[in-house]
């Protein structure tokens, strides 16, 4: 299968999927054939650059509006013809035409447990709340945010010494491992998403 990966930041959950590819090329079932950025000079595209990938970068204000954004996005995206686009830390919402043109084919992970603590503070919300247990979730992408139907979950206990930082870097060794299982299985088994259930054979 052939993965385009979009990243916002250091690039972590792409490093780990370029890292279990390396390993065993043939055996993982899909390759990352580009990276996608919203924002220049950040490590995940540093990353895709050592690893030799194309990269394109798709910035908001290039743009008059969102939706001419998402158009570039899409555009920029299926030049490279994916089977799967995964989300693996990007911090934007896509929108109608990206998901017209990838929808059902679109993985992300975000840092809690989905439904709790959606949107883009996920680990900074779950420890205000105080929960005890937290972890992450990796999803498809539906229309709304962080609402798509669950593939997989992992759980991370909370301590009372956390601040985000150490808890989102406990979440993040979590999520790399759940990533880099889910993308393999999918890409090697297929699936089907019937209404919320996503089966994988
Ligand atoms: C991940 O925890 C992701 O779920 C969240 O931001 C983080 C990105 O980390 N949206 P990285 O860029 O993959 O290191």
């Given at each position: 299968a052939r993965i385009v990966a979009l990243v916002s930041g250091s690039g972590t959950n792409l490093q780990a999927l370029l890292d279990a590819i390396a390993a065993d090329p043939e055996g993982y079932g899909a390759r990352i054939v580009a990276v996608g950025a919203d924002r220049d000079g950040i490590a995940g595209l540093e990353r895709a650059e050592r690893a030799g990938l194309p990269t394109f970068v798709c910035r908001v204000k290039d743009h008059a509006t969102r939706e001419e954004w998402d158009s570039a996005l899409t555009e920029a995206t299926a030049a490279y013809e994916p089977d799967l686009v995964v989300?693996?830390?990007?911090?934007k919402i896509v929108g109608k035409e990206f998901l017209a043109r990838f929808g059902g084919r679109i993985v992300n992970t975000h840092p809690?447990?989905?439904?709790?603590?959606?949107?883009?503070h996920g680990v900074r919300d779950a420890l205000a709340y105080g929960v005890k247990v937290t972890g992450c979730t990796v999803h498809f992408v539906d229309d709304g945010v962080d609402t798509g139907p669950i593939i997989a979950q992992g759980v991370v206990e909370v301590r009372d010494e956390d601040d985000e930082a150490a808890l989102h870097e406990r979440i993040k060794e979590v999520e790399r491992s759940l990533l880099v299982e889910v993308v393999g299985r999918l890409a090697r088994h297929g699936y089907r998403i019937e209404g919320r259930k996503v089966i994988i054979p």
């Open positions: 989300s693996a830390g990007f911090m809690a447990l989905l439904p709790s603590f959606p949107g883009a």
